[in-house]
């Protein structure tokens, strides 16, 4: 379970990250990016095609990773950037991601 009140901000990366990478290399993604899940920042990866979906951040006792995989390229609309920038979100847009929904996420990331 997520502790909410541990949550200082919640971010999605907007560039492609290789989804072979597991706790260690995706805090390694976080970092370039900015943020830190050590510190409080949830971080949302989306994989290459559009069918994954990683979930970092740590809670009180440990690194937790959410994985889920769609059954169908669900966040087709998911428009990678080619730096690496990461977006700042909300948990109902978190939600709407694990859901499939990813056409609130346009090309411009500051829209």
Do not use: W
């Not at 951040?57 to 990461?86: C, I, P, Q, W």
């Amino acid at each position: 379970m997520i502790a909410l009140q541990m949550v200082r901000r919640v971010c999605v990366c907007r560039f492609k990250v290789d989804f072979r990478k597991a706790h260690n290399g995706l805090m390694g993604c976080a970092l370039a990016a900015g943020l830190n899940p050590q510190d409080g920042d949830l971080v949302v990866f989306i994989g290459r095609r559009r069918d994954k979906l990683k979930i970092l951040f740590r809670d009180h006792n440990g690194l937790l990773m959410v994985y889920k995989l769609f059954d169908h390229a669900s966040l087709k609309g998911f428009k990678f950037l080619e730096t690496s920038h990461a977006q700042q979100i909300t948990f109902g847009e978190v939600a709407m991601l694990i859901e499939g929904e990813a056409r609130l996420f346009p090309i411009d990331p500051s829209t």
